[in-house]
T-cell receptor, first 111, second 118 residues
Framework: EDQVTQSPEALRLQEGESSSLNCSYTVSGLRGLFWYRQDPGKGPEFLFTLYSAGEEKEKERLKATLTKKESFLHITAPKPEDSATYLCAVQPNQAGTALIFGKGTTLSVSS | NAGVTQTPKFRILKIGQSMTLQCTQDMNHNYMYWYRQDPGMGLKLIYYSVGAGITDKGEVPNGYNVSRSTTEDFPLRLELAAPSQTSVYFC?????FGQGWGKNQPQHFGDGTRLSIL
């Protein structure tokens, strides 16, 4: 069964304290792995797409990496405005384009 | 840039009532989707459409219906509302070249409809 597991469920950091979020996946062929940011009361906002093991993408303080079994979202020197829920989703390489989402990691960054 | 627009933002229904959640996108995307998000759970796919006139079931379709008469619009209908349908509903769209063709494009989401059924 295709599934996505994110850890930790919640993470509290001090401003400037770097850390990583994990997304482990089991899928019958990976078409793409997606990271989204979701603020309270809002829809998911697209961050990155990763297609193959070894690929990395960066945007400001965020860096996403991909292996054959998991993806990491590294947050370097976070700021309070990085506080949000981060969602990971995979798209299996089969008919249809459904994304399978993890439950998310809620990040809180305090100053 | 409007992107994906959902209406209404909030709604309270009584058990057994029906309603339609509206979704429209202005990005000329061919694929559109409906998800529901329950507290502490990942988003679950209800229905999706690969183009006007074509729809298919997702993981949790029971109790819902959809139609896609235009590229822009993808309404979701609840016929007999039940408490289990209390959730936040998100519509999304993407441009997809089809399986095996090109790299997959990300799905873009609306800000959701918060639905309570009492």
């Amino acid at each position: 069964e295709d599934q996505v597991t994110q850890s930790p469920e919640a993470l509290r950091l001090q401003e400037g304290e770097s850390s990583s979020l994990n997304c482990s996946y089991t899928v019958s062929g990976l078409r793409g792995l997606f990271w989204y940011r979701q603020d309270p009361g809002k829809g998911p906002e697209f961050l990155f797409t990763l297609y193959s093991a070894g690929e990395e993408k960066e945007k400001e303080r965020l860096k996403a990496t991909l292996t054959k079994k998991e993806s990491f979202l590294h947050i370097t020197a976070p700021k309070p405005e990085d506080s949000a829920t981060y969602l990971c989703a995979v798209q299996p390489n089969q008919a249809g384009t459904a994304l399978i989402f993890g439950k998310g990691t809620t990040l809180s960054v305090s100053s | 840039n409007a992107g994906v627009t959902q209406t209404p933002k909030f709604r309270i229904l009584k058990i057994g009532q029906s309603m339609t959640l509206q979704c429209t996108q202005d990005m000329n995307h061919n694929y559109m989707y409906w998800y529901r998000q329950d507290p502490g759970m990942g988003l679950k796919l209800i229905y999706y459409s690969v183009g006007a006139g074509i729809t298919d079931k997702g993981e949790v379709p029971n109790g819902y219906n959809v139609s896609r008469s235009t590229t822009e619009d993808f309404p979701l209908r609840l016929e007999l509302a039940a408490p289990s349908q209390t959730s936040v509903y998100f519509c999304a769209s993407s441009y997809d070249f089809g399986q095996g063709w090109g790299k997959n494009q990300p799905q873009h989401f609306g800000d959701g409809t918060r639905l309570s059924i009492l």
